[in-house]
């Protein structure tokens, strides 16, 4: 079983575009894959154009205990599938989030999917209490990006504390990495914040891989895809989520789809 939780202490730090730009990326390398928003933002919805925008999801299969492949939408990659948030009634939001945060539906709905996919990778919402901490209770992994924003660092220890709290209750919860997002390395103040990362965290922690500050990032939310789809020849960007895919394969335990290696002759 393996599910991979996107969490972090703060907000607006990538959470949502890795999920995203993950998920696709490992479902590129032959992974299959489901990609489940349990953030009542619906930001993974919102990212992407057509149907996933208002289609029903998550909120609805835990408040019906319905099955959830009902709501699963199949992307047009065979290897991906979603499941979004939903289409939250607000006034029953707290109520929903109660009975989903003491109630366990959400660990065996996990636990369910899991097994028909190689791979389930859960954007969560900001912070570590709450819908956030059942999602990691129903985790096997966790990576969490981090801003190189001063105040990142000084929230991560709340993560490092939640993944311990859930171990020590037995909950099978790893921290395979920490991602520096939004790197600019040429502005002094961010430059530090990774020099201080590097410093204080445990070297195998921090991915080799980090993720650029790019402007393709919200032009890709604007058009709805996944920044790998933004045209025929995919930005740079899109590269940094492959390496990134191939860099954690080996902490979540999976291998990538058996390759042909043999060199392609270009005539016969
Ligand atoms: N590497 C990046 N470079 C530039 N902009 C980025 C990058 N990553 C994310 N963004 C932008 O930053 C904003 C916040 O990103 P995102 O929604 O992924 O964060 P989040 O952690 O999921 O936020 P929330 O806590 O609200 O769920 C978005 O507008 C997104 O397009
Ligand atoms: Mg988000």
């Not at 479902?27 to 933002?41: C, I």
């Not at 609805?60 to 699963?72: C, N, S, Y």
């Amino acid at each position: 079983m393996t599910v991979l939780a996107i969490a972090s202490p703060k907000g607006g730090v990538g959470k949502t575009t890795i999920a995203l730009n993950l998920a696709f990326a490992l479902s590129g390398r032959g992974h299959r894959t489901l990609l489940v928003d349990l953030d009542p933002q619906g930001s993974i919805g919102l990212s992407l154009a057509g149907r996933p925008k208002d289609a029903p999801g998550l909120y609805e299969t835990l408040r019906d205990g319905r099955d959830a492949f009902g709501h699963i939408i199949q992307t047009r990659r065979r290897e991906l599938s979603l499941l979004t948030f939903g289409q939250p009634d607000m006034g029953d939001l707290a109520p929903w989030t109660r009975d989903v945060e003491s109630d366990g539906r959400l660990l065996r709905l996990l636990g369910h999917l899991d097994a028909e996919y190689d791979l389930v990778v859960v954007d969560t919402p900001a912070g570590c209490g709450g819908l956030t901490r059942e999602g990691l209770e129903g985790s096997t992994h966790v990576l969490s990006p981090l801003q190189t924003d001063p105040l990142a660092l000084r929230a991560l220890p709340q993560l490092v504390a939640t993944v311990g709290s859930l171990r020590a209750e037995g909950a099978p919860i790893e921290l395979i990495g920490v991602v520096l997002t939004m790197t600019r390395f040429r502005e002094a103040l961010a430059a530090n914040v990774a020099q201080e990362a590097w410093a204080l965290l445990p070297e195998d922690l921090v991915t080799d891989t980090h993720i650029p500050y790019d402007r393709v990032f919200a032009e890709a939310s604007a058009k709805g895809v996944p920044v790998g789809l933004m045209r025929r020849r995919p930005p740079p960007a899109a590269a940094v989520f492959d390496h990134l895919a191939q860099e954690i394969e080996p902490k979540l335990g999976i291998l990538p789809a058996e390759e042909d290696d043999e060199p392609i002759h270009l005539v016969d």
